[in-house]
């Protein structure tokens, strides 16, 4: 095996090893999402029953997105944006009601 084809294998095994790490972090991201949201359901569960308004069902939406987002802080995730789709547009938002 000559340099150059050395080098292209160390190259290789280096680049699968980023590879799998990147792919262990984006794995590890999701489950703390997957932990945040769960987390924010049993809460709101906790603190709601059934609700039959729609002012009541709105603050339980952005206690939920406030709870999510106080969640993913705490799991070191980074910032939750939260946007509302639109059949004409997409518009981020940070409250629901």
């Known amino acids: 095996m000559n340099d150059d ?3 292209l294998e160390s190259l290789s095994a280096r680049l699968k090893e980023r590879q799998m790490a990147e792919n262990f972090k984006i794995h ?3 489950n703390k999402l997957e932990q ?3 987390i924010t359901l049993r809460l709101l569960d906790i603190e709601h029953g059934e609700t039959a308004s729609v002012e009541d069902i709105l ?3 952005d206690t939920c997105a ?3 987002a ?6 070191g995730i980074g910032d939750l944006e939260i946007t509302a789709t639109f059949p004409d547009a997409r518009v981020p938002t940070s409250k629901l009601s």
């Open 5 to 7: 084809e050395e080098r």
């Open 66 to 68: 406030t709870v999510l």
């Open 36 to 38: 945040a949201q769960a």
């Open 70 to 75: 106080d969640c993913v802080q705490v799991l």
């Open 59 to 61: 603050a339980i939406a």
């Open 28 to 30: 590890d991201v999701k």
